[in-house]
């Protein structure tokens, strides 16, 4: 599960809540069907309009990963495999990468270990990944840019959600009482429409791209530890080559169990 989603999300919604409190207004409002069929079938609307249903299909996935988060192989764990590989390919020759290839889950790490094992020349193994890790780039920003029209299209339906409401709080102008409840309720639409952009659309978009980052980091990561096990590295090497991703506060707090072990 991802906390921070919930946090943000829950934070969010007792921000208003609360917020509305103490400025005397009543949260209740918040309660009002024409309100939330605008917005949220109003964007989902205009979404269905802006892209393919073969790109809408993994909409449902995307909250997933939002929700629950994404498992995502650590550095420190890409960093052991491939200076374990290093050392079986330099004792046991290229049936050790063949044989790590077979040990390994990862359909982008197999892959990398895979072109190695067979005898690819590096600028082979490179474009082979390179390619990979663009195309998965490029599902990733379509899937973030959903959410990003998202959080542009609910703050303007928010606007006409509140035109509709004053139309028709106009039409009770004998009825001052009524008028004020009307007006009011017009501009619960606005609130909502720019509470559902810039509190869940925008930084869902944002979250998904974050989590892609880390992703294609890693990524890089295994198509350097692929490299340099075409080349023949050592453990060593190897070590020094790929500890360059791992950032310093990581590999210090690394260095330092290390220490209290021994």
Same mark, same amino acid.
């Given at each position: ?14 921000? /208003? ?41 993994? /909409? ?7 929700? &629950? ?80 029209? &998202? ?112």
């Amino acid at each position: 599960m991802e906390k921070s989603t919930l946090i943000g999300v829950f934070g969010g919604i007792a921000a /208003v809540g609360v917020g509305m409190a103490l400025k005397g207004a009543d949260p209740h409002a918040l309660i009002n069907p024409a309100a939330f069929l605008i917005i949220f079938a109003g964007t989902a609307a205009a979404i269905f309009n802006a892209f393919t249903m073969k790109g809408l299909k993994k /909409v449902p996935k995307l909250f997933k990963i939002i929700f &629950c988060g994404r498992k995502i192989i650590s550095k420190q764990e890409v960093l052991e495999l491939f200076v374990s590989a290093a050392k079986a390919a330099k004792q046991e020759g290229v049936m050790a990468i063949e044989k790590k290839a077979n040990e390994v889950d990862d359909p982008f790490i197999k892959t990398s270990l895979s072109l190695v094992a067979d005898g690819f020349n590096a600028d082979f193994i490179y474009e082979v990944l390179e390619a990979d890790i663009k195309q998965m780039e490029e599902r990733h920003r379509s899937g973030a840019l959903i959410f990003a029209q &998202c959080g542009m299209y609910a703050p303007t339906l928010g606007v006409l959600g509140a035109v509709i409401g004053l139309i028709a709080a106009l039409g009770n102008l004998s009825d001052i009482d009524q008028l004020g409840h009307s007006i009011a309720a017009a501009f619960v639409a606005t609130l909502l429409g720019i509470f559902t952009g810039y509190v869940l659309w925008h930084p869902f978009s944002n979250k998904l791209k974050q989590i892609s980052l880390e992703e294609v980091e890693v990524k890089k990561m295994v198509m350097e530890g692929a490299l340099a096990l075409q080349s023949g590295a050592s453990s060593l090497a190897m070590e020094a080559k790929l500890q360059a991703f791992i950032p310093v506060s990581e590999r210090k707090a690394k260095s330092d169990d290390e220490k209290e072990e021994n």
